[in-house]
C-alpha cells in the first residue's frame, strides 16, 4: 500500500508539473499575458519529463497509467484554477479514469 501512495504522489507531482507548463503558454498566447511566463513554462515541461525517468516501470506502463491521474488532475485544475465546477459527468470519467490507472498500476507483477 506505501508503493501505491508514494506512486500516486509520484503521478500527481509528475501532472502538476506538466499541467503547469502547458497552462502558461496558453497564458502567453491566448490571454497575451508576459512572455517570461515561457521560462517557467520550460522549466516545468523539464521537471516534468525528469519526474517520468522516477517512475518504477516501463515507460509505456507509466505513461498509461499516468494518463488516469492527469485526467483527474486537468479536473482539479479546471476546479480549482480555472473556477469551472466539474459536472458529473467529468467526475465519472475521472473515476473510470483512476480506475484504468490502478488496473494498470497496482497489476500483479511476475516474482523476480
Given at each position: ?29 491566448v490571454q497575451g499575458r508576459s512572455a517570461w511566463l515561457l521560462l517557467p513554462a520550460a522549466l516545468a515541461l523539464a521537471l516534468f519529463a525528469w519526474l517520468l525517468t522516477l ?58
Amino acid at each position: 500500500m506505501l508503493d501505491f501512495l508514494r506512486l500516486s504522489a509520484l503521478f500527481i507531482v509528475t501532472a502538476l508539473a506538466e499541467i503547469v507548463g502547458c497552462y502558461l503558454p496558453w497564458l502567453v498566447l491566448v490571454q497575451g499575458r508576459s512572455a517570461w511566463l515561457l521560462l517557467p513554462a520550460a522549466l516545468a515541461l523539464a521537471l516534468f519529463a525528469w519526474l517520468l525517468t522516477l517512475h518504477p516501470t516501463a515507460a509505456g506502463r507509466t505513461y498509461a497509467a499516468y494518463g488516469g491521474v492527469y485526467v483527474v488532475m486537468a479536473l482539479l485544475w479546471l476546479w480549482r484554477v480555472d473556477g469551472i465546477v466539474p459536472t458529473r459527468w467529468d467526475l465519472l470519467g475521472g473515476a473510470i479514469c483512476l480506475l484504468g490507472m490502478a488496473l494498470i498500476a497496482l497489476q500483479p507483477r511476475p516474482a523476480a
